[in-house]
């Protein structure tokens, strides 16, 4: 059996290296959906590609689980994220139990809203308030 062709499955768009998934984690943003959790940030080479990764963790379950969860979010990527994203960003998909008996179509709805939170987001970051003393004295 053959390979369908698809922006996903080429190397080049792909994260697989553990410092993009951990940089992601800590100075990305992130959404979570119940049978996902969509992770984003700038990417750091320019160019005008995205990059996705995958993730599913032993919490899924067994090997068979997780490699059915990663092909549901490979699908779901193709279908509902590829037309939706943006360049110059990273997107990493992180599978939760929930993905292995929900409908597609629940899925796509859930990865637009949860794109359309995440790019609201990234444009928008939250703004930090500035630290105040309490109780010094000014000498």
Do not use: W
Request: with cysteine.
């Amino acid at each position: 059996m053959a390979k369908a062709p698809n922006q996903i499955t080429r190397n080049k768009c792909r994260l697989k290296k553990r410092a993009d998934f951990l940089r992601l984690q800590h100075k990305g943003v992130k959404q979570v959906m119940p049978a996902f959790i969509l992770q984003a940030g700038a990417s750091l080479d320019k160019l005008a590609q995205i990059r996705i990764g995958f993730t599913a963790s032993k919490k899924i379950g067994n090997a068979v689980c997780r490699n059915r969860a990663k092909r549901r979010l490979r699908a779901l990527a193709t279908s509902a994220l590829l037309p939706a994203s943006r360049p110059n960003t990273d997107y990493v998909l992180i599978a939760r139990h929930f993905i292995l008996r929900a409908n597609f179509a629940q899925l796509e709805a859930d990865l637009r809203s949860a794109m359309l939170s995440v790019h609201k987001k990234l444009d928008y970051p939250p703004q930090k308030k500035p630290i105040q003393k309490i109780g010094g004295s000014d000498n």
